[in-house]
């Protein structure tokens, strides 16, 4: 028997937005939330635009994009912390949450990636993000309901959110 603590929620875990400040997820308690690895120089980077009108759309309505930028694929998001930011605000607009870059595979992987990764299993039930723009959806209970990859474009999750924000149920 493992002596690990079985972790069931997101509240647990804190990360720094761009500007250093370290955030605790559980100030995002009872929130629908959709937590997207991003990078800057990347085929996907488009999508960004999408993110910002799913945030605007539905934060009135306790909903929460975090946006966490990722180097490791490609070395697309090579910038610094305040060069993410600009590029995100002046190309895209982004206003949600972006926090500083973070590993997501491997043994420096985030521990908030490491259990999202565990809780929702990718394509052939494999853990490992396979690319920029994987999204995690997470319920008001901080549990994962639903893993997309990169290539499921922010718009096509709106009925999923909108039946997390409604019902407040898991999928």
């Avoid at 930011?85 to 926090?99: R, T």
């Avoid at 500083?100 to 929702?120: D, R, T």
Wanted: aromatic share 12%.
């Amino acid at each position: 028997m493992s002596d690990e603590p079985k972790i069931e929620d997101i509240y647990g875990f804190s990360a720094p937005l761009l500007d250093g400040q370290t955030v605790g997820l559980d100030a995002l308690r009872g929130q629908v939330l959709l937590i997207v690895n991003t990078a800057s120089k990347c085929g996907f980077t488009p999508q960004y635009a999408g993110l910002e009108e799913l945030y605007r759309r539905y934060r009135d309505r306790g909903f929460e994009v975090l946006g966490f930028p990722c180097n490791q694929f490609g070395r697309q998001e090579p910038g610094t912390e305040s060069e993410i930011g600009a590029f995100c605000e002046k190309n895209y607009g982004v206003s949600f949450p972006m926090f500083a870059k973070i590993e997501v595979n491997g043994p420096g992987a985030h521990p908030l990636y490491q259990f999202l990764k565990k809780s929702q299993r990718g394509i052939f039930g494999l853990q490992r993000i396979q690319w920029n723009f994987t999204k995690f959806l997470v319920d008001r209970r901080g549990r994962v309901a639903r893993r997309y990859g990169s290539s499921t474009k922010p718009e096509a999750i709106a009925p999923e959110i909108e039946r997390l924000l409604d019902d407040g149920q898991s999928l």
